[in-house]
Structure formats: C-alpha cells, structure tokens
C-alpha cells in the first residue's frame, strides 16, 4: 500500500516563527501536492511538485515555500507564521504516467495552530 | 476542470447499499470522473474513477449515466465506519494532477 506520512498530527507555532512540514512517500511518485483545508473552503492546493527541486505554484501560493530536494520528500515552509495560516495542511503524492490523471494519496494531515 | 453539484448530506441505514448521486453537466469528453472520502480527522482517501463505462472495486460501483452529465457512487453494503464526506470531483490531465474538491456530500450511516 501507498503511505504517506506527515512529520506532525499537531502542531502549535506563534506568529512570525518559521514552520516547516514534512511529508515522505515511500511509492516513488513522481507528483506531489501540498493543500490546506479550513471549513467552508475546502481544499485548497498551495504548491506541487512534478518532479526532484522542480515546483509550481497552486491556487494560494503566498506565504509559503517548498521544497523537493529528494524524490520521497516534500517540504513546506511557512517563512513567517501568521494567525491565518492556522489550518489542516495536506500532503498528496501520485503517479505521473500516461494520458489517464492517477488518483493521489494523501497523508493523514497536520493540524497547524499559529497563535 | 468542470464543476460538480452533490447534495449536502445524506443518511444510511447500516447494511443497506448508499447511492450518492453527482452532477456533472458540464463535463468534457477528456476528463474523468473520481470519487474521493474524507473520515474525520484522516486525509483524503480514493475510492474509484471513470470515464464512460461503470466501474467496480473492492469499495464502491461507479454508474455513469450515458451522456456522462451525471453519475452515482454505490456503497453496496454500508458500515459505520463508511461514515465521512464523499467528494465527487472532475478531472483531467490537462489540468496537470491538480484536484479540485467541492464541498462534498456527508454521508451518516446509522445503526
């Protein structure tokens, strides 16, 4: 089975420290996603990552930063922590092959609390 | 990638099969259509997808109607712990693996 993993279940920081989340995969996919999810709004993509130290931005990219210096390992970055990054960060990898979008496979979330 | 309409939320006796219907008018001959659920406090999880014909897994039936405006997620046999939000979600590979979630239908099943 595919897992993913998130470096924290909880996490608390106080405005203006510097954050960062860590998610591992151990199925070799090539893709991955980190999203946040706040009630009401859903998910939302943040950053992806198609491939080693390559990134694109996703629909909110500000305030963060990521990086993907190994295939398994995607790392988010809040520079400078504030109130309203407080939310449930998801991290998702998948496949990236052939004309069909693969299904991707989220880890078990960090719930991220910035006071 | 196009827009999907579910109900809010739905209950379900224990046992018995749950249909969760989605609608999506505006789908493409190119994307697909996935389902996905979310148990409170877990990440996402993949249930199944398809295009045109109706598909079937260990977990649920996919019934696409034939002008794929629509389709329907069958758990055949529901338990507690199939419990969650169900989102239904339009994609293609043009839109380069990026997922869009809607709000989802909340499914109750009930002993």
């Known amino acids: 089975d595919v897992k993913v993993t998130q470096s924290s279940r909880y996490l608390v920081k106080r405005t203006g420290e510097k954050v960062f989340l860590e998610c591992v995969q151990d199925m070799d996919h090539e893709n991955m996603f980190w999203y946040r999810q706040d009630p009401g709004l859903g998910l939302r993509l943040i950053y992806f990552?198609?491939?080693?130290?390559?990134?694109e931005k996703g629909d909110i990219p500000e305030g963060y930063s990521v990086s993907r210096e190994k295939k398994e390992r995607f790392s988010l970055i809040l520079e400078s922590a504030s109130t309203n990054q407080t939310s449930m960060y998801l991290c998702?990898?998948?496949?990236?092959?052939?004309?069909?979008?693969?299904?991707?496979?989220f880890g078990p979330g960090t719930r991220l609390t910035v006071t | 990638d196009a827009k999907t309409t579910q109900p809010t939320s739905m209950d379900c006796a224990e046992g018995r099969a749950a249909n969760l219907p989605c609608n999506h008018s505006?789908?493409?001959?190119?994307?697909?259509v996935y389902w996905y659920r979310q148990i409170h406090s877990q990440g996402p999880q993949y249930i199944i997808h398809?295009?045109?014909n109706n598909e079937t897994n260990e977990m649920a039936s996919l019934i696409i109607t034939e002008d794929r405006k629509s389709s329907t997620l069958i758990l055949p046999h529901a338990t507690l712990r199939d419990t969650a939000v169900y989102y239904c979600?339009?994609?293609?590979?043009?839109?380069?693996?990026?997922?869009?979630f809607g709000g989802g239908t909340r499914v109750l099943v009930k002993p």
């Open positions: 505006t789908i493409s001959g190119n994307e697909y």
């Open positions: 979600i339009v994609h293609s590979k043009a839109a380069g693996n990026k997922l869009t």
């Open positions: 990552s198609y491939d080693v130290k390559m990134k």
């Open positions: 398809g295009l045109k």
């Open positions: 998702a990898s998948s496949l990236s092959l052939g004309r069909v979008p693969y299904e991707q496979y």
